[in-house]
C-alpha cells in the first residue's frame, strides 16, 4: 500500500510539471499570424528611348567649285579677293597671252594663205572646165585641175580649224565665271606659273548652304532613317533653321575617326553666312526600354532580381532578370518583366517568397 501511494504522488507530480508546458505549446499554436509587411511598389512599363544630340558645325555652300585655266603658263593677273561676289562672265584672272596671240597671228596667216591657193585652184578648175567641155583640154589636165581645187579646199579647211583652236587658246588665258557666287579661296597670285587644273580660286555658288557637322559614328548609327535637325547659329540662338541629311561621307576621316555629315537648310536667313559656326540638335530614337529603380534590384543565386508582386494573393515572388543598362538610379531591364507587372522598390532585403505585403503608394 505505501508503495502504490508513493508512485501515485509521484505521477500527480510529474503531471503538474507538463500541464505548464502544454498549456504554453497551445498557447504558442493558437498565436496569430504576423501582418503583411508594408512595401513600395512600382508598376513595369515600356518606354520610349528618345536622347538629344547636340553638334557642333559650320555653313558651307552647296555647291563649291575651284575655277581653274584649261592651259599653263605666267600668271598676270589674280584679281580675285576673299568673299567677292561674282556675276556669270566676270574676269577673274588671266595669264600672260604673247604665244597665244602669236599662234593666232601665224593661224590667221595661214588661212589668209589657204585662201589665196584656193582661189587660184578654183580658177584653173574652172578654166580646164571649159576647155574640156569645148573639147580642146584633155580628160587628165581637166581631172588634176580638179584635184587641185578640192586639196586647195581641206588646206582652207584645216586653215580655219587651227584658226579656230588658236582662238580658243587665246580665250583660255582669261579665266570667268560660270556661274554667281562667291569667293571663299584664292589661290596663286600674279607672276606665278600654274599648271593647267590648278585652283586659282574657289567659289561658292549661291543655289544653297548647308551646315557641315563631324559626327561620331555611334551616333550615325542610333539616328533615324531621315531625321530632322534644328540648327541654329552659335553665337545667336534665336536665329534657327530646320535641315535635312543630304550627304554622309561613306569614309571616317583617319585622324578624328568621325564621318562628315552635310545637312540641308530650308530657306537659310541672311546671319547664316558661309563659314559661320552653328549647333545642330539631334533627336535619337530607340527601342522601347523596360527601367525599374536601382533599389528594386537583389540578387537570387548570384545572378539580378526583383520581386513581383502577385495582384491576386498580395504576395510575392522572386524572379530572376536580365540586366541591360545600370544607371545610378535606374536600371534597364532586357528580359524578365513586362509591362503591369508590379514590381518592390523599397524593403527588398527582408522579403522572402510567398510572403504576404500590403502595398504603399506605389511609384510610377
Not at 504558442?28 to 557642333?56: D, F, M, S, W
Not at 580665250?171 to 590648278?198: K, M
Not at 583617319?254 to 558661309?274: C, D, G, S, Y
Not at 532580381?305 to 531591364?333: C, H, M
Amino acid at each position: 500500500m505505501t508503495r502504490k501511494g508513493s508512485l501515485g504522488v509521484r505521477g500527480i507530480v510529474a503531471l503538474v510539471m507538463v500541464l505548464p508546458l502544454l498549456a504554453a505549446c497551445k498557447q504558442e499554436a493558437e498565436a496569430p499570424p504576423a501582418p503583411p509587411r508594408q512595401v513600395r511598389t512600382t508598376v513595369i512599363a515600356e518606354i520610349q528611348g528618345a536622347t538629344t544630340v547636340n553638334l557642333t558645325g559650320r555653313i558651307e555652300a552647296e555647291d563649291e567649285v575651284p575655277l581653274a585655266f584649261r592651259i599653263g603658263g605666267r600668271l598676270l593677273e589674280n584679281g580675285g579677293k576673299l568673299g567677292e561676289r561674282l556675276q556669270a562672265g566676270d574676269l577673274v584672272a588671266r595669264l600672260e597671252s604673247q604665244n597665244e596671240e602669236n599662234q593666232l597671228r601665224a593661224a590667221t596667216a595661214a588661212l589668209a594663205a589657204a585662201q589665196a591657193q584656193y582661189n587660184q585652184a578654183a580658177g584653173h578648175y574652172d578654166r580646164q572646165r571649159t576647155l574640156f567641155r569645148q573639147g580642146w583640154a584633155t580628160r587628165a589636165a581637166y581631172e588634176t585641175a580638179e584635184k587641185g581645187k578640192n586639196t586647195a579646199a581641206a588646206q582652207v579647211e584645216a586653215a580655219e580649224a587651227q584658226l579656230s583652236a588658236a582662238e580658243d587658246l587665246l580665250g583660255f588665258t582669261e579665266l570667268r565665271a560660270d556661274q554667281d557666287g562667291v569667293i571663299t579661296t584664292v589661290g596663286p597670285g600674279a607672276g606665278e606659273v600654274v599648271t593647267p587644273g590648278q585652283m586659282i580660286v574657289r567659289v561658292a555658288r549661291q543655289d544653297g548652304r548647308d551646315a557641315v557637322f563631324d559626327v561620331p559614328s555611334q551616333v550615325i548609327r542610333s539616328a533615324p532613317a531621315n531625321p530632322d535637325i534644328m540648327v541654329s547659329l552659335a553665337d545667336d540662338p534665336t536665329v534657327k533653321v530646320r535641315g535635312h541629311v543630304r550627304e554622309v561621307s561613306p569614309q571616317a576621316d583617319p585622324i578624328t575617326r568621325t564621318f562628315k555629315v552635310k545637312v540641308t537648310l530650308e530657306n537659310p536667313p541672311e546671319a547664316m553666312r558661309l563659314g559661320a559656326t552653328v549647333n545642330g540638335v539631334m533627336t535619337t530614337v530607340q527601342d522601347a526600354v523596360i527601367e525599374v529603380p536601382a533599389s528594386a534590384l537583389t540578387r537570387a543565386e548570384q545572378s539580378p532580381a526583383v520581386w513581383v508582386v502577385d495582384p491576386a494573393n498580395q504576395t510575392v515572388a522572386l524572379r530572376p532578370v536580365s540586366v541591360k543598362r545600370f544607371g545610378e538610379y535606374l536600371v534597364a531591364i532586357a528580359d524578365g518583366l513586362k509591362a503591369g507587372d508590379v514590381v518592390v522598390t523599397a524593403g527588398v532585403q527582408a522579403l522572402h517568397p510567398g510572403q504576404q505585403v500590403r502595398l504603399l503608394e506605389s511609384q510610377q
